[in-house]
């Protein structure tokens, strides 16, 4: 029943019926503050999340919020997320002094939620673009708060993934069709 492999058992988890069923075992044993914090979809799945559309069907700002760096602290605000179901791109560019695992701490639940369940269906997140407190292009980003994140993943399609992000409780996700030095990816973000 915790291995979400279909859509019923998600329907089934959104409407908020939970039993007391063994974890799965390819997963470190979920206490079930874990299974209640980590694993549940917040939402269910949209029956598709086409190539340059996004959710809600409203801005970015009036869903998770302009970026204030007049009251931001990253001292305060930022956690660093590790997680080995996941792939990073900082781990994996030397030349990258930034770094994939800081966010903002909003974006724990959804994101650890969204690399939980890509897992269970086979595939692996990859985390392309957290907190980036120098975006010079988009001085309005809120990359810049590290309240979003740039996602991609092996063995899945992006709108399966863009459908996860949906389902794991960010604020607003975007199925962005990309530019020139930056391919179709996710961007997913959170209210602080
Ligand atoms: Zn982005």
């Not at 650890?112 to 985390?127: D, N, P």
């Not at 957290?130 to 399609?157: C, F, I, Q, W």
Request: proline share 7%; glycine share 6%; with cysteine.
């Amino acid at each position: 029943m915790l291995i979400l492999g279909c859509t019923s058992a998600v329907v089934v988890f959104a409407v908020g019926i939970r039993k007391r069923t063994p974890p799965p075992a390819r997963h470190e044993p979920l206490t079930m503050a874990d299974m209640t914090e980590v694993v549940m979809p917040l939402r269910q799945a949209p029956a598709t999340f086409p190539r340059g559309t996004y959710r809600p069907n409203q801005r970015e700002t009036t869903v998770s919020g302009a970026i204030d760096l007049g009251t931001f602290s990253p001292g305060r605000d930022l956690i660093y997320i590790e997680d080995d179901r996941a792939w990073w791109e900082s781990d994996n560019d030397s030349g990258d002094i930034e770094c994939d695992h800081t966010v903002h701490r909003s974006m724990r639940q959804p994101l650890e939620r969204t690399i939980q369940l890509v897992a269970e269906r086979g595939g692996t997140l990859k985390i392309q673009d957290a907190y980036r407190p120098n975006l010079v292009h988009n001085p309005k980003s809120l990359h810049k708060e590290g309240r979003a994140v740039d996602l991609t993943a092996v063995d899945m399609d992006l709108e399966s993934v863009a459908k996860i992000c949906w389902q794991a409780g960010f604020d607003w996700v975007y199925h962005e069709k990309g530019k020139r030095n930056n391919g179709p990816h996710i961007h997913a973000s959170v209210a602080r």
